[in-house]
């Protein structure tokens, strides 16, 4: 864990390697900048480029995975490989949505602004990967928040 009100330099590089994919198109499950990718193909984007390899495998996935069994794969994934945190929020944050009430958390952002005026960078479909405001309907929707792990390039 960080220690509340340090920097957390590995989110911030991640930050800003999540700021060059701003404009890539959306594309369901794919991972290539400018290209194309969806909200998981972005975070697989951002950790190649801080760790040089992949999280782990991913195998291919339709839109409603994990739902069948209502599972919290990806929940469970992200923390095998990230640092699950409850402190104050932090750029560089990642973000975990349940889109849904009852639905399974599996959409993805980057928190890029915190305050008044707080913003994310996820891929969102018909969107492409952007920077959105983070309102309270947005906000309602988090149910987990992550930091990268020190190590990043």
């Known amino acids: 864990m960080i220690p509340q009100g340090a920097e957390d330099s590995a989110g ?3 930050l ?3 700021r060059e994919w701003v404009g890539t198109p959306y594309q369901h499950q794919a991972s290539a900048r400018g290209a194309g990718t969806d909200c998981l193909g972005l975070l697989r984007g951002i950790w190649r480029r801080l760790y040089g390899c992949e999280m782990e495998p991913i195998p291919p996935y339709t839109a409603d995975w994990a739902e ?3 599972s919290e794969m990806l929940w469970l ?3 095998r490989h990230l640092v699950e945190v409850t402190g104050a929020e932090s750029p560089g944050q990642l973000l975990l949505f349940r889109m ?3 639905a399974v958390a599996k959409h993805l952002g980057l928190l890029s602004r915190t305050g008044r005026n707080a913003a994310f960078i996820h891929a969102y479909t018909g969107h492409g990967v952007v920077e959105s405001p983070l309102p309270a309907p947005w906000r309602r929707r988090i ?3 992550f930091q ?3 190590g990043a390039r």
């Open 16 to 18: 800003a390697v999540a």
């Open 143 to 145: 149910v987990a928040r």
């Open 148 to 150: 990268f792990p020190e």
């Open 100 to 102: 849904r009430a009852g």
């Open 12 to 14: 911030l590089r991640a």
């Open 77 to 79: 994934g992200l923390r």
């Open 68 to 70: 069948p069994a209502h």
